[in-house]
């Protein structure tokens, strides 16, 4: 697809030609049984079978703005796949799906996974975002995916705001589902805003130790040991500050409390300032969740009661997206928390904790942030 743009001014102006440029469905494929016609400007799917089907865009996006006008039939649903893939047996679609929501329930405009692990961001008890779909009636639709950040807009109002790393580039396509649904779309079209990719971390050049223990550290790998009779923190701090964010790390645990920090900077009786995220294998003690040192104390959850995250054997994998004021950490591939906290700050420093007066013995291996890789053309 080309992507056009001119500078007005001191601004660039991006103008996007509609996905369908060279004849209906050029480059498109059809999986499942559903049709799919076009009749003037508009696109229509017509359902009635027993499986989910789907028109798939030729190729991959990863950082994008989308808009689409849609009108479905009351009674139906369907969605707006995005950075998704065609499944090895090629009849279905896999990834994330911007709903389409006729029901009672009103969730249009959230994030689904099809065939990717179901809801990840419904619109339970947010009467102002379940109101933005009008059925039976033209809705537009914006989604904006821009690294671990997928949002979306039904008629102007904002909807979805969540982040996630599972994929970061994938198909386009838009579903009829099964059962009885007739849906058509109208003046489609992408603007391409480049990809992320994720980049590995190197132990040796992009942290440096400080304070107390002992971290013997290879190029993907960092062993913290930390005996009970030291009361001095250690500290294995980046060298630089980050802004936005996606860090995933690995960690085995073996005994004592640590942590990742984030948005941190040096100062303190702990040497350090700022949110970590909990390190402790022993059960109970909210691994996973959000605490502020020289702060706040535990910001997510304030009770360890309940609280369902603990570790297993062996490596253990964080995954901490912060962009803004927004936060979310998924701990061995499970959503423990998202939410937002103004007084994260816009940056600041990456760390790993030894505490004191502890004995402390952990590995974090295989550091890698997710990066903008290319921009989108010009």
């Given amino acids: 697809m080309t992507i056009l743009s001119s500078i007005v001014g001191s601004a660039l102006v991006m103008t996007a030609d509609p996905l369908f440029t060279e004849g209906p469905f050029a480059g498109w494929t059809s999986v499942g049984p559903a049709a799919f016609l076009m009749d003037g400007e508009r696109l229509m799917g017509r359902g009635g079978e027993s499986v989910n089907s789907f028109l798939v865009s030729p190729r991959t996006y990863g ?21 998704s893939e065609v499944t090895e047996d090629g009849r279905a679609v896999s990834g994330y799906q911007i709903e389409v929501d006729t029901s009672e329930r009103r969730w249009s405009g959230g994030v689904y996974g099809e065939r990717f692990g179901g809801w990840r ?9 379940q109101a933005a779909f009008r059925n039976g009636a033209w809705n537009t639709y914006r989604i904006v995916c821009e690294g671990p950040r997928i949002r979306s807009w039904v008629n102007g109002v904002p909807v979805a705001d969540y982040l996630d790393a599972d994929r970061v580039e994938g ?13 058509e779309w109208k003046n489609l079209n992408i603007t391409d805003r480049g990809r992320h990719e994720w980049r590995a971390m190197d132990f040796t050049k992009d942290f440096a130790p400080r304070g107390g223990g002992t971290w013997t550290v290879q190029p993907q790998q960092a062993r913290g040991t930390q005996v009970r009779s030291s009361p001095e923190y250690g ?25 990742v920090y984030f948005r941190a900077k040096a100062g303190g009786f702990s040497g350090i300032t700022g949110i970590q995220c909990e390190v402790d294998g022993r059960p109970g003690r909210r691994a996973a969740g959000l605490y502020e040192t020289n702060g706040r ?17 062996g490596p253990n994998r964080y995954e901490i997206h912060c962009v803004g004021d927004l936060v979310a950490v998924d701990f061995n591939g499970q959503r423990a928390l998202q939410r937002r906290d103004p007084a994260l700050g816009t940056e600041g420093h990456f760390a790993f904790q030894l505490h004191g007066s502890e004995d402390v013995d952990l590995v974090f291996a295989n550091p890698k942030v997710l990066v903008k890789a290319t921009p989108g053309p010009s």
């Avoid at 198909?171 to 849906?183: K, T, Y």
């Avoid at 294995?236 to 640590?258: I, Q, R, Y």
């Fill in 63 to 83: 950082d994008f703005e989308l808009k689409v006008d849609l009108n479905i039939k009351p009674g139906g649903n369907s969605g707006i796949q995005i950075r």
């Fill in 121 to 129: 961001q419904n619109l339970e008890g947010r009467p102002k975002a």
């Fill in 171 to 183: 198909v386009i396509a838009l579903q009829v589902h099964s059962g009885s649904c007739d849906i």
């Fill in 235 to 259: 500290l294995l701090f980046s060298t630089k500050p980050w802004g936005d964010f996606v860090l995933s790390v690995d960690c085995e645990w073996t005994a004592g409390n640590s942590g």
């Fill in 297 to 313: 104390g535990w910001v997510h959850p304030t009770s360890g009661e309940g609280w369902p995250h603990d570790f297993k054997p």
